[in-house]
């Protein structure tokens, strides 16, 4: 049997980044992240994890949403968005 990357599912809000409610404010505002966020997700790069975000986010604020990923310099290999 041949050693497979585990693939971890991540919720963006609340898991990686302090979770704001209100929609609107999720996007105008910058990510805060969750301490120990950056150095959680370096771990997991290094032993070759895919890293796979969702969030609940809807669709239409995807474009903002990499931004603000970006930005925060959280990286990733797939984001699914609009998880209810």
């Given at each position: 049997m041949e050693n497979r990357p585990l693939t971890l599912i991540i919720d963006i809000d609340g898991l990686l980044v302090n979770h704001c409610?209100?929609?609107i404010e999720q996007l105008k505002?910058?990510?805060?992240?969750?301490?120990g966020t950056l150095n959680k997700?370096?771990?997991w790069e290094k032993k070759g994890y895919n890293i796979i975000l969702i969030t609940g986010r809807k669709e239409s604020m995807r474009k903002r949403t990499i931004q603000q990923l970006e930005d925060a310099f959280i990286f990733y290999d797939q984001l699914i968005m609009?998880?209810?």
């Open positions: 409610g209100d929609l505002s910058p990510l805060s992240l969750l301490e997700l370096k771990e609009g998880i209810g």
